[in-house]
């Protein structure tokens, strides 16, 4: 069964305090892993796509990289405003177009 | 500007009523898709339409129903048969490739409340 496992589920961190959030996958064939960022009642809001092995893509101070097992999101020297919740998905190669998602990371820094 | 609306942002129902949840976009895509969040959950997929007239049921369709007459418009109804319909609505919309992959894009979501 193809799955996306988040951890930690919440982490708070001090400005300034570089840290990473995982994403596990198990996936049949994998098309493409997402990175989404998502605040409190709002939609989430596409950062990265990445799609094979040993890919890195970067925005400000967020940089997310890809094994064959899982996905990494690291954030150097946070910000309050990178508060938010960081939600991971993965679309399967047989399941079309729908993506399966993990339960997310909230993420909390403190000035 | 290209996005997606949907709208109420806040809808409350009675138990026993049908609510139909509006999306719309005009970013040009031809997959739209509706997603269900409740607290601690992922994402769930409820339904998808990836061409006009044509969607499929995804992985908790029982209980909402979808039509796609327009290429812009992808509206839910959340029937009386669901049972526990509290929750986020997201809609979202994708170009669908057969090579590669298709990112989606979200709207900023429906809160439904049933009272």
């Known amino acids: 069964e193809d799955q996306v496992t988040q951890s930690p589920e919440a982490l708070r961190l001090q400005e300034g305090e570089s840290s990473s959030l995982n994403c596990s996958y198990t996936?049949?064939?994998?098309?493409?892993l997402f990175w989404y960022r998502q605040d409190p009642g709002k939609g989430p809001e596409f950062l990265f796509t990445?799609?094979?092995a040993g890919e890195e893509k970067e925005k400000e101070r967020l940089k997310a990289t890809l094994t064959k097992k899982e996905s990494f999101l690291h954030i150097t020297a946070p910000k309050p405003e990178d508060s938010a919740t960081y939600l991971c998905?993965?679309?399967?190669?047989?399941?079309?177009?729908?993506?399966?998602f993990g339960k997310g990371t909230t993420l909390s820094v403190s000035s | 500007d290209g996005g997606i609306t949907q709208s109420p942002k806040y809808l409350f129902r009675k138990e026993g009523q049908n609510v139909t949840l509006s999306c719309e976009q005009n970013?040009?895509?031809?997959?739209m898709y509706w997603y269900r969040q409740d607290p601690g959950q992922g994402l769930r997929l409820i339904y998808y339409?990836?061409?006009?007239?044509?969607?499929q049921k995804g992985d908790i369709a029982e209980g909402y129903s979808v039509s796609r007459e327009k290429k812009e418009s992808f509206p839910l109804t959340v029937t009386s048969a669901q049972k526990n319909p509290t929750a986020f609505y997201l809609c979202a919309s994708s170009i669908p490739r057969r090579e590669g992959t298709d990112t989606q894009y979200f709207g900023p979501g429906t809160r439904l409340t049933v009272l």
């Open positions: 970013l040009n895509h031809d997959a």
């Open positions: 998905a993965v679309q399967a190669r047989q399941a079309g177009t729908a993506l399966i």
């Open positions: 996936v049949s064939g994998l098309r493409g």
């Open positions: 339409s990836q061409i006009v007239n044509d969607f």
């Open positions: 990445l799609y094979s």
